[in-house]
């Protein structure tokens, strides 16, 4: 109750510009559409890093050749988003999180990597057996590279995650699950200290940058057009690219 009255009724939130330590792109969520990936990585400048937002998998039809290209990219900072923690869960325990997971993308993810007679509901035993031949098909070291993927960059005055963050926290004590999955106060409450940050997770129209918070999901995988925010301390630039 007494932080709502302060945020409605205290001095109003200042944010200067987003500056990260070093010109930064930053990609949203990929979703299997490496085209639209592939079509927009020579926009970006030479001399910004490149940051994507995470949920690299599911929905979109070629999460396997998505993930392919930027795990072999080590130039990029790649975060991990809510749907690599599904996938990582069902990889864990199939029979528990398998469901779920299926309903949400998982379909479409197991097909890029061709593993056969998947359905949307499966037995128990069957649930195991997808995710022995998803295990198979992906290989060991990919399945490492998702599970040690971070889940937030912190630059400047700038936080790059792949839901959003506590606008209650300070940017470098958030939880992992708040920036994989979200916070209900994130895009409600503005942040009094000042830093930015960047997010997927959430689809919007357009990508915009308001009162602290840069949106760059503009859901690739359904309106084909895949979204980067581009910060070098000045007015935030938007590139975007279609299959």
């Not at 949203?28 to 926009?43: E, K, S, T, Y």
């Not at 379909?107 to 359905?119: E, G, P, W």
């Amino acid at each position: 109750m007494l932080s709502s009255l302060i945020q409605r009724f205290g001095r109003r939130a200042v944010f200067p510009a987003p500056m990260p330590d070093t010109p930064t792109c930053v990609i949203g969520d990929v979703h299997g559409c490496i085209r639209q990936l592939q079509n927009l990585l020579p926009q970006i400048p030479r001399d910004h890093r490149v940051i994507l937002v995470g949920d690299y998998v599911d929905r979109g039809e070629n999460s396997a050749d998505v993930l392919r290209l930027i795990q072999n990219r080590p130039d990029f900072i790649c975060l991990k988003g809510n749907h690599e923690d599904m996938m990582l869960n069902f990889l864990r325990d199939p029979e528990e999180y398998g469901p779920r997971w299926l309903r949400y993308g998982g379909l479409q993810t197991l097909a890029s990597f061709d593993v056969r007679n998947v359905r949307a509901e499966m037995t128990a035993a069957e649930l195991v057996a997808c995710r022995d031949n998803l295990l198979a098909e992906m290989g060991p070291e990919l399945v490492q590279w998702i599970a040690e993927l971070r889940t937030f960059d912190y630059s400047g005055n700038v936080l790059v995650t792949h839901a959003g963050a506590n606008p209650n926290t300070p940017a470098d004590e958030q939880s992992e699950k708040t920036l994989m999955w979200g916070h209900p106060e994130f895009r409600t409450t503005d942040r009094r200290d000042g830093v930015w940050v960047v997010y997927g997770h959430t689809i919007v129209d357009q990508a915009t940058a308001r009162r602290g918070r840069i949106a760059v999901d503009t859901g690739a995988f359904a309106t084909g057009v895949l979204t980067a925010v581009c910060l070098d301390g000045g007015e935030p630039t938007f590139i975007s690219a279609r299959p």
